[in-house]
């Protein structure tokens, strides 16, 4: 069983940055496939960005391509997504989830989501 926790989420300006983390526990995150998804009011759940357990492979939806950068320390257990130049569409409830199979759209694991604001 893995356990995920995410932080970083609130209220930022269009155009300001925020860095969400996802903090794993009671497995390793070493050999798993981490990817986060959004979910804003109204809306259904999308794909954001991904990582290989490797950190190799990392897919972006085309809507953050150039200002979402993922990263995984896997030292630490904890997946990172730097959000820069962020856009009032960015507002929603950013989840983590975690797989041992890459690039599922349906991982096994998730987390609670924490929420973004953008403000415009």
């Known amino acids: 069983q893995v356990q995920l926790v995410e932080s970083g989420g609130g209220l930022v300006q269009a155009g300001g940055s925020l860095r969400l983390s996802c903090a794993a526990s009671?497995?390793?995150?070493?050999?798993?496939?981490v990817a986060w998804f959004r979910q804003a009011p109204g809306k259904e759940r999308e794909f954001v960005v991904s990582?290989?357990?490797?950190?190799?492979?990392?897919d972006y939806a085309d809507s953050v391509k150039g200002r979402f950068t993922i990263s995984r320390d896997n030292a630490k257990n904890t997946v990172y997504l730097q959000m820069n130049s962020l856009k009032p569409e960015d507002t929603a409830v950013y989840y983590c989830a975690a797989d041992r199979v890459i690039r599922t759209m349906s991982p096994t694991y998730w987390g609670q989501g924490t929420q973004v604001t953008v403000s415009s």
């Open positions: 990582i290989s357990w490797s950190g190799v492979f990392r």
């Open positions: 009671g497995r390793t995150l070493n050999n798993y496939y």
